[in-house]
């Protein structure tokens, strides 16, 4: 599948591989939502290319044509889960088959089924407004899954969910997901740790980098990969990237390090509290240093913002090129 | 704080509190409505009651009634919630032009309601000579007190229904359609489960407004007897020669609106504080 829109200052290409989960890594406003509509073809720019291949061939939108939502086989699930009140929870399931012509009785049946995969079959006769989020997100899940789609939609699907909930729905995703297609927006860089084959990182209606999982968070070439993953990310002259994590960046006050050499020096530009240190963001020449500061070796109430400082960077930090391999 | 309340009392909402001064001009208002509704109650003849509302002229008037209200909700239903529905979901040029022209039967008078009527549809009139040649003369006919009922009941429902439906949204109608679900499977079991009480109210106030029918029926329908004579016609009729019967059948139509009041209202009310009790149970 991919998709593009050059309108609404956004021009990303997204491309999901049958089988694979991609996650849409992003800050708020980033643009994923959007993507995610016009593929799902609730959204319709004048100027988008939504296109399925292999098994569902199917071209969704382009200069020419147009294939209204319902007849895309494409699932789009939100953050909010939108169960339909007044029906049971099994006829919700039982929603998207009866849509596509089965009988009830075989639509209640393929329901059953899913819901006995997201682990809420004893539910199947409750009325859908009695569940509490967590459960709606579940049979939300489950009623995506009925209709068999060729790609799943997920937009920031834990986004609304308390913390053991959300831990939950994680678990039975990285589960049910194996097999499907799947594109997922987030924000959340462990949802996509847990779940995603792919990451494509947007940053202001752009795609900043995109790769498999492991290469985009071991090496990230945005900055804003590396903020995302807490780490400092600085592309020198030679055509490499460094992005240490800060517990692999010593940082001494400027005057104190003349006499042993190296590293290099920049101004604090942020300074953090973390559980056992303080960690401080240094603007160095080539990009932004990340660094856990021992409050035994360094006195952190020098360290505010303007200050300037060397940093020394661990042996053993590795190199990669700046871009794209 | 925590001792059980003693039966019978109740928490009341600190912050519900009105200007004190505001409450005698309330009282005159409830009072300037429920008097003359007193005042029919008292000038009913209790002991004639069942001979008047079954003399032959009244129940021409209450079978009339009860026969072109059928047809006419009926009607009113067919055509008001797809208005409603294009109303609410399309947007096109012209459409403040579409609801104001399609809403104006809700303060027009009736009588020119009914000339209108009369100068579309009557002989002579724009669609006249159509139905003339089609064998069709409305004009003072059943079929009139029909048009007429729904000329003036349908933008009741249109306005309950737009209101509902532009409410609500179009969030689980797009939940629907990524499911697979076409327009006419979402619009059915969807959209009208979703705005199902509004649906059921509207369409008993028009029944309600399609009965107390009066200045357009006149106008468009006359007064014949078994054919254009409704119960509202009755009444001003017998005002002038029998005035227990039309205090009778006054006293019916009392019952039937408040019945559709209570239905109505009561309704929607009672749906709107389970929908806010279900909103804060959801967000706790």
Redesign the interface.
Known sequence: MSASVPERGIAARLVADPGRTVALLGPNGAGKSTMLAVA???LRPDDAHVRLTGDAELVCQDQRAWV?????P???LTQ?A?L????SVLDNVA??PR??GLSRRHARAAARDWLDAVGLAGLASSRA?TLS?GQAQRVALA??LA?APAVLLLDEPFAALDVDAAGAMRALLAQLLRDVTVVMATHDLLDAAMLADDVVVMHDGAVAERGPLSEVLARPRHDFTASLVGRGLVRRDDGTSIAPRPSQVRVTTAHATLASGGGVTGAVRRVEAHADAVRIWVEVPGGRLGADVDPLTVDPRVLTPGTTVTCVVADGVESYGSSAA | MTAPAPAGTRTRDGAASVPRWLVLPALVGAGLIVLPLVGLAARVEWGSLPALVTSESALAALALSARTVAVSTLIVVALGVPLALMLARLDFRGMVVVRTLVLAPLVLPPVVGGLGLLYAFGRGGLLGDTFTLLGLDVAFTTAAVVLAQTFVALPFLVLALEGALRADGT??E??????????W??FR??TV??V?PALVAGTVLAAARALGEFGATLTFAGSLEGVTRTVPLEIYLQREMDADAAVALSLLLMLVALVVVAAAYGGTTRAARARTS?TSR?TS
């Open positions: 799902a073809g609730l209204p939502p319902h007849r895309r494409l699932t789009l909010d939108s339909f009140a007044g029906m929603f998207g849509a596509e407004e989020g009623r995506a209709t | 969030r689980y797009a939940v629907a359609a990524t499911l697979g679900a076409g327009p499977t979402t079991r969807v489960r979703r199902w279900s959801g």
